[in-house]
């Protein structure tokens, strides 16, 4: 246990976990205090974030939630100077806000469009740039973990605007590792498969449901503590000390298929 501990420990850190109270992040969140993190909950609903906290409180006290809309950049400036007064610093980000909706391209309409983008794309984009320059000014060896998608790396039917903005955050996440290196901040991607959530749930039925599992060598979908490991390899300045600029996919074998 000391050397895992050595390797993938994160005491003394703190990790503020944007989107935190949905399934995937909040799994990702319980992995993050197990190994030692100081955990923030990011996000809008206090009651999620409660049941969430419940079960973290269980083997780490020092957790709690922030109610904040990141589509904002002052809620996000806010929410850093919140973080700072009550854990003293932060030295890892975890970017997970999403939403997405099966409208076809042609019937997106303007509202729908700028929400996803808001949510998707803006939220990521300007807490990269209030942590990131917080962490640079202050010295710390940082790890920023960006959720992308799938649908990021290759096309997939019926999330055109979803889709769009997880291909933006792959590029962002890598111009932002790219123009940190030096300042060693490290920023990475996880890139989860089919995954459900309360966002996709509704929609992995019927034959959908059937062609995802003929794509996926595992022929079942992911469940959210799989994600854990690959959060702590990239959180960790020890085992993921060298690991920047990368997309771990955590999928099943479903970018491996073709025919």
């Known amino acids: 246990m000391g050397y895992l501990n050595k390797l993938f420990g994160l005491e003394g850190k703190t990790a503020v976990i944007i989107g935190g109270t949905g ?4 799994a990702m969140a319980e992995g993050l205090a197990g190994a030692g993190a ?5 996000g809008r609903d206090k009651d999620k974030a409660n049941m969430r906290l419940s079960v973290i409180h269980e ?4 957790a709690y939630f922030e109610h904040a809309d990141v589509t904002h950049k002052k809620e996000i400036e806010d929410l850093l100077i919140r973080v700072i007064k009550k854990s003293g610093k932060a030295d890892i980000l975890v970017n997970g806000a999403g939403t997405t909706a099966p409208t076809p391209i042609v019937e997106i309409k303007e509202d729908e469009l700028d929400n996803i983008l808001s949510i998707n794309l803006k939220s990521i984009f300007f807490a990269s740039q209030v942590f990131g320059d917080y962490m640079i000014k202050n010295s710390i060896k940082g ?7 799938m649908s990021g790396l290759v096309p997939l039917s019926r999330v055109f605007a979803y889709s769009a903005t ?10 932002l590792a790219r123009e940190w290196a030096a300042q060693n901040i490290r920023v990475n991607t996880i890139v989860p498969g089919f995954f459900p959530t309360d966002l996709n ?13 003929h794509h996926t060598p595992m022929n079942r979908f992911g469940e959210a503590n799989e994600l854990i490991g690959a959060t702590l390899l990239l959180a960790s300045n020890q085992a993921g000390s ?17 025919i």
């Open 23 to 26: 399934v995937l992040c909040g």
């Open 38 to 42: 100081e955990v923030v909950l990011v």
């Open 59 to 62: 083997y780490q006290k020092k």
């Open 143 to 149: 790890s920023m973990i960006n959720i992308g998608s």
């Open 166 to 175: 997880k291909a933006a955050v792959h590029n962002i996440s890598k111009n």
């Open 201 to 213: 749930r509704k929609y992995l039925v019927g034959e959908r449901l059937e062609n995802i599992m």
């Open 242 to 258: 060298f690991i920047t600029g990368s997309e771990i996919v955590v999928d099943g074998g479903f970018s491996s298929m073709t």
